[in-house]
């Protein structure tokens, strides 16, 4: 026994080197089955005879043994075991129990259990729980390496031929659970299994579903090859069987198959949507290919590709192309279209380089793109009115003065009337602010100390286009190119200590490679304007001077008053511009009269439709006059231990602003323009108005004439156009203190250019989840007495505009419309949601959107409804969680018949 105990003990680091698949607890069924042992009846051993003989320490078996065994040459650490009960030696038939807690200890491997045995005769180990008084199945074996925990009902294991029989075991791989009944260990990576349930379900015992098999081989954390499979769903069987599976086991992204949805379009027919492959190429990025097809013959394919390189950069790039055929060849109402998205998001981490920085946003192609795609992914952007993108490069060179870099692409596209402005690229240098006169030491004071200059450079190509011409020779050809240089020069100083003066000058010189020349044929009676390529520059030149203060008025209430103190706070400021004129750069061409008219002269510039335009022909000398006004109170809290009083908004930025031309031949006045904010809810609900109010009077055609509107019977100023708005944001976590996620990055519909809420509905991704819907919580609320208490989250968006217009005598509101979304999650399981509006001049609803969603625990549900209108369409969607067994779903939508 001496001289074996080592081998004895070496086999729990040969048993469990490898990651074995144990049990975690008891079938409440059947019973464990324990190894046919004759366990001799225990009596009380001499310690010296049997203890000393095997070299252990001796203990008092009363209080809770601990031995520790001299380091064998074949070992590598200390064996220290020990049990609560007694430790015996079983010299005759070569056997060690270790009963009630036992524990074993070597290395990093823990092992407890009720009893454990070894034995040297048969060269086995058994562990396995205990009965307890109540008759109750306890202390199961249980193992330990380092983050690693199994919990069998009881093992059988050979140390000499390294095989192992478990009995109901349990063990978690990848998102499986996986549970059979005997568990046979051939080596360190093979195990099989007969009578087996595997399920991504949390509950093992009671799964909502699970596939059954009756032998599997398992290989850890690689795979699952099973025989016949059935899938049972609450117990009960289904007709959905294989007659082999595999079910991969990993946890790291893996490339494979994406199983497309199914649904029927009145105009297209029958389809299949967003099937295809995904590639886990690495893992900074990845790439997946789906596509859709309709029976008609339309079809539709989607590349993507998202990218991270961690502490650098991460972005994502999609391109979309769809071949949309209504109805079929030979019909009147046939129709075919060609439509294309380009999108790409690029961001640079801050700590990547600080001098440098590189982004992208770009979302572009056919305009009707989101209006005229059925695909259930861009859902919450088909309103879109603009599509936008810009891409640049900023790099600055530190020194003195700094030097500022960028380099840019942008691209602007009005959906609904198709024209494109792309500027590519657009080169901007600046040198940082230079103060000739600074003192050497201390602030700069007065107007020479406070005198500065930079230099500013912009070079632009600028495209202006439309749909069909986009990318093509025609595009190019229409490009404008120019070059500006400009020289601001100011100062600034305090006046009177009470007054802030500025003033300065600004010098610009415009380059241009192209000018036109205009002439009028006669024979033809039209005007010609001819090209003329080659360099020209302008120079042209402004001053201005502005004078500002700031005035306090304060009203203080008597004592113990609520409102202790209303303060309004005055900005005056008044602004003079001097804008020469530059009639040189002006030429002349002759309309000759005809049927007794006389000849007319008409002016132009020969850089009217360069990139920069014309230079100011006329002089202007005006004198401008703004005023903000902030109206604040102090009130007093009702917090009696708070010294302070809570200061409160009452209005904020009340502006007012118009100015008169000194130069002009009439109407020296502008439009008094205003515009102000009224906190309705302190740092929650705003109202924001702007409007316009003109001081001179119409004529019988609706005109201006130089003539104030009092004078002609009216009211001192004419209300010309007015908008008020808000928007309104607001969630149970405000009022918890929860936080809301901004990243706008990870939106969706905003990537495609719509906005960042879901005012205008939501798009569903392709595992049935709403975009911007919140994880599911790992434990979700199972306790009675938890959802007893459970608070029901829910949030609210409001946005309401109203536009006034009687720039002409209208007196009308032209548009006047609430926007209103939500969110409301009825129990921890159900959540519900609508998008809508009303066009209250139009007196009808907007697009609408209602919105279900149930978690089924492993499954997820989800119902997206749209009941009318121009998309009228439902998408129901049923599948299992777990990303292993994602393609295992069932989805399908039905939208209108829909002519664009």
Do not use: C
């Amino acid at each position: 026994m001496r001289t074996n105990i080592q081998y004895i003990l070496l086999l729990f680091s040969v048993f469990f080197i490898g990651k074995p698949v144990f049990a975690q607890e008891i079938d409440t069924v059947s019973k464990p089955k324990i190894p046919a042992i004759e366990l001799p009846a225990f009596k009380e051993a001499d310690s010296t005879s049997i203890l000393n003989p095997l070299n252990l320490k001796e203990q008092d078996t009363v209080k809770s043994d601990s031995v520790k065994v001299k380091q064998q040459s074949s070992l590598t650490a200390d064996v220290i075991y020990s049990a609560e009960d007694y430790i015996r030696f079983d010299r005759k038939n070569e056997r060690v129990y270790l009963y009630n807690e036992a524990k074993i200890n070597y290395g990093d491997i823990k092992i407890s259990a009720g009893l454990i045995i070894l034995d040297n005769q048969k060269e086995e180990v058994y562990a396995f729980g205990i009965e307890d008084s109540l008759g109750e199945y306890t202390q199961k074996p249980v193992f330990e390496q380092i983050n690693n925990k199994v919990e069998p009902d009881s093992i059988r294991f050979n140390f000499k031929t390294e095989k192992a029989l478990v009995y109901n075991s349990r063990t978690k791989q990848g998102d499986f659970n996986v549970k059979g009944q005997i568990t046979k260990r051939e080596n360190d990576s093979v195990i099989f299994m007969r009578n087996v349930k595997f399920t991504t379900a949390q509950d093992i015992d009671n799964p909502d579903y699970y596939f059954y098999a009756r032998k599997i081989k398992m290989v850890p954390d690689k795979k699952i090859v099973a025989g016949l499979v059935n899938m049972y769903i609450a117990d009960v069987p289904t007709p959905l069987g294989l007659p082999f599976g595999y079910f991969p086991l990993t946890d790291e992204r893996a490339s494979g198959f994406i199983i497309p949805s199914f649904g029927d379009n009145r105009n297209r027919g029958y389809f299949l949507m967003n099937g295809g492959y995904y590639f886990a190429v690495s893992e900074y990025f990845d790439f997946a290919a789906l596509g859709d097809y309709y029976t008609n013959g339309s079809y539709a394919m989607r590349l993507e590709s998202n990218y991270a390189l961690r502490y650098n950069f991460r972005g994502n790039l999609s391109f979309r192309y769809e071949r949309l055929l209504n109805s079929e060849r030979g019909f009147p109402d046939f129709s075919e279209s060609s439509i294309y998205n380009i999108r790409w998001s690029h961001t640079q981490d801050a700590k990547a380089n600080p001098n440098s920085r590189f982004s992208a946003s770009v979302n572009l192609g056919s305009s009707r793109y989101y209006q005229e795609t059925i695909n259930q992914t861009n859902t919450g952007s088909f309103l879109n009115n603009n599509l936008s993108s810009s891409v640049s490069y900023s790099k600055r060179f530190p020194g003195e003065p700094e030097i500022n870099l960028n380099i840019a692409a942008t691209h602007n596209q009005n959906t609904q009337t198709q024209e494109i402005n792309m500027t590519l690229p657009t080169v901007q240098a600046s040198l940082s602010r230079i103060y000739p006169f600074e003192p050497k030491t201390g602030a700069k004071k007065g107007i020479i100390q406070n005198i500065n200059f930079q230099y500013n450079f912009k070079g632009e190509n600028r495209f202006k286009t439309s749909d069909s011409l986009f990318f093509k020779p025609e595009m190019f050809k229409t490009a404008r190119t120019g070059i500006q240089h400009s020289i601001p020069i100011s100062t600034n100083f305090k006046l009177f200590n009470y007054f802030s003066v500025s003033t300065g000058t600004n010098f610009r010189e415009n380059w241009v490679f192209k000018t036109y020349e205009k002439s009028y044929d006669q024979q033809n009676q039209e005007v010609i304007t001819d090209t003329i390529n080659g360099f020209d520059a302008y120079r042209t030149y402004d001053f201005n001077a502005n004078i500002g203060t700031t005035v306090y008025g304060k009203v203080n209430f008597k004592k113990g008053s609520k409102i202790q103190a209303i303060r309004h706070v005055i900005k005056p400021n008044l602004s003079y511009n001097i804008n020469p004129s530059f009639d040189r750069y002006y030429d002349t061409y002759l309309i000759p009269g005809t049927g007794g008219l006389e000849d007319e002269i008409r002016e132009y510039s020969r850089f009217e439709s360069s990139l920069y335009g014309a230079p100011n022909k006329n002089y202007s000398s005006s004198l401008g006059f703004s005023v903000t006004n902030d109206f604040e109170a102090k009130v007093a809290t009702k917090d009696t231990l708070e010294e302070e009083p809570r200061k409160v908004k009452l209005l904020s930025n009340l502006q007012f602003n118009t100015s008169y031309d000194f130069a002009a031949d009439s109407i020296h006045f502008q439009p008094v323009s205003f515009r102000g904010t009224l906190p309705i809810i302190q740092n929650k609900l705003d109202v924001n108005f702007n409007g316009a109010l003109d001081p001179y009077a119409l004529d019988n055609n609706n005109q201006i004439i130089d003539e104030w509107n009092i004078n002609n019977g009216g009211s001192l100023f004419r209300l010309t156009r007015a908008n008020v708005s808000f928007g309104y944001s607001f969630s149970s976590t405000d009022f918890e203190g929860g936080e809301k996620n901004t990243d706008e990055l990870e939106n969706e519909t905003f990537r495609n250019g719509g906005r960042p809420d879901d005012l205008f509905g939501k798009g569903m991704d392709l595992d049935g989840t709403f975009y911007d819907e919140k994880e599911e919580d790992d434990e979700p609320v199972t306790n009675d007495t938890e959802r007893y208490h459970y608070k029901i989250p829910w949030n609210l968006r409001l946005s309401y505009t109203m536009t006034y217009n009687n720039t002409a005598r209208q007196n009308e509101i032209s548009s006047h419309s609430l926007m209103f979304s939500g969110d409301v999650e009825l129990s921890p399981r159900w959540s519900v949601g609508a998008s809508s509006g009303y066009d209250i001049k139009n007196k009808g609803f907007t697009y609408t959107q209602l919105r279900f969603s149930r978690d089924l625990e492993s499954w997820r549900m989800s119902f997206n409804w749209t009941p009318f209108g121009i998309r009228e369409s439902w998408y129901f969607f049923i599948g299992i969680k777990a990303n292993v067994l994602s393609d295992i779903k069932y989805d399908k939508n039905r939208e209108r018949d829909r002519n664009l």
